[in-house]
């Protein structure tokens, strides 16, 4: 029996002496590439009501994040949410619709995707990609040379190609205003805007970090 504890002493005696040696293999799994603070994207959405596309603006300095939604041979839907809970969800139509929701949580931070189980490479859109699983929400799969988002699978089926990633574009301040109509007194079953939207998915991500802290 004395050669085990012999061996086992050894290594403790080798941690304390040399941690970061004795570490440096626990992990080699890569890490997910934290968003910048702003960019705009333009992804492809495929969910089971159809197609749309969407313009992403992040501005993570001025806590703030709008996607404007066209949906295929139909509307567009604008969606402008801020790190105090407050969205807003509207069309600038002549319909006039809106509709203004109070989350408990605010916009994701640019880290959101700390401690995401990495899960390998694979090919999508034809680009190779790290992917990672964000338990209970999505599939995130980023270049794995460019570290760019390619492609997003959220749990609940809806999937979202990433068409374009411009890092430190910036939306002008007059354009995440929510009109005028947004501040009237709404009627309570006005709540159609939001369904259309499938709900605000990276709300869901925000809520869940929230629950689980």
């Known amino acids: 029996m004395f050669p085990p504890i012999k061996f086992i002493f050894l290594v403790t005696v080798y941690t304390l002496l040399f941690p970061s040696i004795a570490f440096e293999s626990e992990s080699t799994d890569p890490i997910p590439e934290p968003w910048p603070h702003q960019f ?8 089971t009501q159809g197609l749309r ?3 992403l603006w992040y501005d993570w300095p001025n806590k703030r994040y709008m996607h404007i939604n066209q949906y295929q041979l139909g509307k567009t839907l604008y969606g402008v949410e801020w790190q105090n809970g407050t969205s807003f969800y509207f069309t600038l139509d002549s319909t ?3 509709t203004v929701r109070h989350f408990p949580v605010g916009i994701l931070r640019p880290n959101w995707l700390e401690g995401s189980n990495y ?3 694979k090919y999508k859109d034809g680009f190779l990609c790290n992917v990672w699983d964000k338990v209970g ?3 995130y799969y980023e270049d794995a040379v ?3 988002p390619v492609y997003w699978h959220f749990y609940d089926g809806l999937v979202e190609h ?8 910036v939306l002008e301040d007059s354009k995440w205003q929510a009109p005028a109509y947004c501040f009237k007194e709404v009627e309570k079953e006005s709540i159609s805007l939001l369904e259309n939207l499938a709900t605000s998915h990276f709300r869901d991500v ?3 970090e929230v629950a689980e802290n």
């Open 40 to 47: 705009h994207a333009i992804t492809i959405m495929n969910y």
């Open 53 to 55: 596309k969407v313009d």
């Open 96 to 98: 006039q619709e809106c």
């Open 119 to 121: 899960v390998g490479q």
């Open 137 to 139: 929400f999505l599939r």
């Open 146 to 148: 460019t570290k760019i």
């Open 162 to 169: 990433i068409m374009a990633f411009e890092v430190e574009k």
């Open 206 to 208: 925000v809520n869940g």
